[in-house]
């Protein structure tokens, strides 16, 4: 299914401010709450879409390379960074609960909705992988799919991510009694002020580990080599950042996996120059070609094809081969192979070289006429403007 804009999610301008995002998010996310809407499968999905509306354009980057690239740029890959559809509700809960100061899950502070043990416990998330991954563009015409192998923190095989040896259990944290944050209230010249943090004994989780793993150090993750396999979409180009999500690290003992982020790099062409969708190349013609026509064989990205050269072809010509150069990245269309054409002067004559030439300098033909100057001057003019 085509996903919608993220700014006609959230019904905001491409021109909205942060804290008019924000505040449009939290409108959509109160009114398509589980808890408001129980069972109404339909609020579910605008809740999840709302989601990751909001978790593409709350982040500065990540909007950039919406606006640029749409669902592309930060979309399955290229995934979308943030997949509200193919997350539960935990998983939203623990990227956006500070949105509501803390109580997301369970919609307490404006709702009455009451909240879960679950959701006050912090949920902690893997850090993101970058990779950067070069492509020719034979491979950017088409799309590709690529292999990459990188060393990132996987979940624990012996303790199967719990961060507890065999047989080893963990205990209610005794501090936040199975919290996860502790609240302290302070006294300040405007009354009692009520605060919320990270319990400092179990860092959020609420547990407390009785006897470590040995292999991970009760961290539930190990370093190792693991092989990711990367669709990379047709029409992308240099610069252009991907996003996998949850192919980047695994967080601690059960948390979120973080993203791997896809720089892409293009190789130059020996022949071809990229401008946006169009290719461009350099035609050198010789004199007799440029003056007596004929026909020649231009590169293109996936071979090489014949263009006509009409008889009197002037220098700055530009021949328009339509379709022949790389799709848009969003399907809208694609590129065209421009080539330009330029006539080569030979520098060195022999003698019977300079008398043909000689011979041929005195043919009216073979003078600049008015029209040609016009046509010259024209188009060198339009060229700077």
Same mark, same amino acid.
């Given at each position: ?256 996996? =973080? !993203? *791997? #982020? @896809?720089? &892409? ?8 120059? %990229?401008? +946006?969708?169009? $290719? /461009? ?53 694609? =590129? !065209? *192979? #421009? @080539?330009? &054409? ?8 022999? %003698?019977? +070289?300079?008398? $043909? /030439? ?28």
């Amino acid at each position: 299914m085509t996903k919608r804009d993220f700014y006609e999610v959230l019904e905001v301008s491409k021109t909205a401010t942060a804290d008019e995002i924000k505040k449009a998010y939290r409108k959509k996310a109160i009114q398509y709450h589980p808890d408001k809407n129980p069972g109404d499968k339909a609020a579910e999905e605008k809740f999840k879409e709302a989601a990751e509306a909001y978790e593409i354009l709350s982040d500065q980057q990540k909007r950039q390379r919406y606006d640029q690239y749409g669902h592309a740029g930060v979309g399955s890959a290229a995934g979308g960074g943030f997949n509200g559809a193919d997350m539960n509700m935990e998983d939203i809960f623990s990227h956006f609960g500070d949105i509501f100061g803390g109580h997301f899950g369970g919609f307490n502070g404006f709702g009455g909705f009451g909240s879960s043990q679950r959701n006050s416990q912090r949920v902690k998330r893997g850090t993101d992988l970058r990779v950067k991954v070069k492509l020719n563009l034979s491979e950017i015409a088409t799309g590709v799919e690529k292999k990459i192998k990188v060393k990132k923190q996987v979940i624990c095989s012996h303790c199967n991510g719990s961060g507890a040896s065999k047989g080893s259990s963990s205990t209610t944290c005794p501090t936040c009694n199975g919290q996860g944050r502790v609240t302290r209230v302070q006294q300040t010249i405007l009354g009692q002020m009520q605060t919320a943090s990270e319990c400092p004994t179990c860092g959020g989780e609420g547990k407390i580990i009785k006897d470590k793993c040995t292999f991970c150090g009760g961290e539930g993750i190990v370093r190792e080599d693991d092989i990711i396999t990367i669709n990379i979409p047709a029409g992308v180009m240099e610069g252009m950042q991907l996003s996998m999500s949850g192919k980047g690290n695994a967080a601690p003992r059960g948390g979120v996996n =973080g !993203d *791997l #982020l @896809v720089l &892409i790099e293009e190789e130059p062409h020996p022949q071809l120059i %990229r401008d +946006e969708n169009d $290719l /461009i190349f350099n035609l050198l013609l010789s004199v007799p070609m440029a003056t007596l026509g004929g026909s020649v064989e231009v590169p293109t990205v996936d071979g090489k094809v014949k263009v006509t050269i009409a008889p009197g072809t002037q220098p700055g010509k530009v021949l328009r081969l339509r379709g022949k150069g790389l799709p848009n990245v969003n399907r809208y269309g694609t =590129g !065209d *192979l #421009l @080539v330009n &054409i330029g006539v080569y002067i030979p520098e060195n004559l022999n %003698r019977e +070289e300079k008398a $043909l /030439i000689d011979k041929l300098s005195n043919s009216e033909n073979m003078k600049p006429n008015a029209t040609a100057s016009r046509n010259f001057f024209s188009h060198f003019r339009n060229m700077f403007q």
